[in-house]
């Protein structure tokens, strides 16, 4: 059973919106949550991590929250651009399991004009 | 700095063929990682190295080996491909194997096993 969620699998949305991207995870002892970008045949990049203690965490228009207590994750993008459009992964890390990280599916952004 | 480096980018092999894909970082990390990932599909993880001399499976290894040649060089051996290991390949390093370290990824080898 996958132990993150992410939420909607895709999206397109017209350039200048904004949009909310949904993380759900199981992950437990829960240690921190971090969302990437993988743009179109490149490598994950990272964007944002948050520990238990954080609620939110802004890397130029990516906002992303954390709700430790409900387990749930969420990143926002605002005014989006072209270069937008990517993969976005969550990935959730437990203080047990060594190196072991638990991704996400990721959600397809496609920004249009 | 190049980060992290992968070699080839692309790959068509036939049933049964061997390869090496090959990566390295110059971030002086300790960990270094090789993951698969399939449409569909999060990331999987097939091997890991903590540190140089060391290697433990991941949650994926049947079919590969791996290599840490050295602190800088992880590599991952491909004995007898099958159609199942067409997928992309991606090596990624960290500071240490602490969940809390940022892994930085390589920009991918793309494998088709025909």
């Known amino acids: 059973k996958n132990q993150v969620e992410q939420s909607p699998q895709s999206l397109i949305i017209l350039e200048g919106k904004n949009c909310t991207l949904q993380?759900?995870?199981?992950?437990?002892?829960?240690?921190?949550l971090r969302w990437y970008k993988q743009d179109t045949g490149r490598g994950p990049v990272s964007l944002t991590i948050?520990?238990?203690?954080?609620n939110t965490k802004s890397n130029g228009r990516y906002t992303a929250t954390l709700d430790a207590d409900t387990k749930q994750s969420s990143l926002h993008i605002t005014a989006s651009q072209l270069s937008d459009s990517a993969s976005y992964i969550c990935?959730?890390?437990?203080?047990?399991?060594?190196?072991?990280?638990?991704f996400g599916k990721g959600n397809q952004v496609v920004v249009i004009p | 700095n190049a980060g992290v480096t992968q070699t080839p980018k692309f790959q068509v092999l036939k049933t049964g063929q061997s390869m090496t894909l090959q990566c390295a970082q110059d971030?002086?990390?300790?960990?270094m990682y090789w993951y698969r990932q399939d449409p569909g599909m999060g990331l999987r993880l097939i091997y890991y190295?903590?540190?140089?001399?060391?290697?433990d499976k991941g949650e994926v290894p049947n079919g590969y080996n791996v290599s840490r040649l050295n602190k800088r060089e992880f590599s991952l051996r491909l004995e007898s491909a099958a159609p199942s290991q067409t997928s992309v390949y991606f090596c990624?390093?960290?500071?240490?194997?602490?969940?809390?370290?940022?892994?930085?990824f390589g920009p991918g080898t793309r494998l088709t096993v025909l």
């Open positions: 948050m520990t238990f203690s954080e």
């Open positions: 990624a390093s960290s500071e240490l194997t602490s969940g809390r370290d940022e892994q930085f």
């Open positions: 971030m002086n990390h300790n960990s």
């Open positions: 993380c759900n995870y199981t992950v437990s002892p829960f240690s921190n």
């Open positions: 190295s903590a540190s140089e001399g060391t290697t």
């Open positions: 990935v959730v890390s437990s203080f047990y399991g060594n190196n072991r990280l638990a």
